[in-house]
């Protein structure tokens, strides 16, 4: 795993700051993380990126923008409990079939249930365990982009076969799509947080940063996919591409679901992302797509 300097991790964010969009590796995961959050702190200048827990160079999203980018969320960060170092790591539970709904609450005082497995909730208002890592980790046998390397092209290994399936059938289609971004470990994100936190202080931080332990990325489920036409950036623009609306019309049917749709935001807390995908298996993914609701209230409904 690989751990960025604090330096690398300020040039990169300094660099984003400005507008760059070269990428180096660092350069590009700190953009991820670094979009303003929207959604409720909206001071953030017009051009100011939303808060997109993923590499983020979108343009600014919708006026009524608010919602911050869905891997970071903007919630706030228990103030003073820097959890990043001592907790232990938590397991995930061993893989059950994900066809059955879940029958456990979705979160314990704010903390996610891992038991849920692959329907594991993790939003702006639930965080994984501090420390949690999936313990089936596997590298995805799909095309990533240059900057992504060592875990950031890890899944669970249930969630790697089903890319590796979507990849396949995307090419059979004549779709181009490469990985960008999948697992975001708990301490890279801790170090991420603490860079932002050193340059602008905690305040300012928290507006446009998620704190760790709420992207969904860390869940080992979650991938961010872009193509050629948008330059692999993770964009809104890629909607109106044919890769876009690909993947919009047939992620499902390989078990996953564009997580944070345009119709969501309210809901989700979190802008528009054509490029997020997580896990959840085909049979959830494709109620999911049929029903049109976000994950959180999917849930909701299927548990009662
Ligand atoms: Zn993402």
Redesign the pocket.
Known sequence: MRKPSLLMVCCALTLTLVGCTTSDQSKTEEA?NKPADTEQQTETPADTPKDT??EVVEEAPAPEAEPPA??EPAEEPAADEPEAEETPVVEAPPVEESAQTPSQPLEQNGTANVKLDTLILVNKQIALPAGYKPTDLVTANIDFVDTASGERRMLRKEAAQAIEKLMAGAKAAGIDLKGT?AFRSYDYQVQLFNAYVAKDGKEQAMKYSAPPGHS??QTGL???VSSASVGYQ?TQSLEQTKEGKWLADNAHTYGFIVRYQRAYEAETGYMF?P??LRYIGVEHATNVHKTNVPFERYLEQSMN
């Open positions: 991820e827990e993923d869905e891997d971004s969904e990325h979650a991938i961010d993770l992302e490029w997020h």
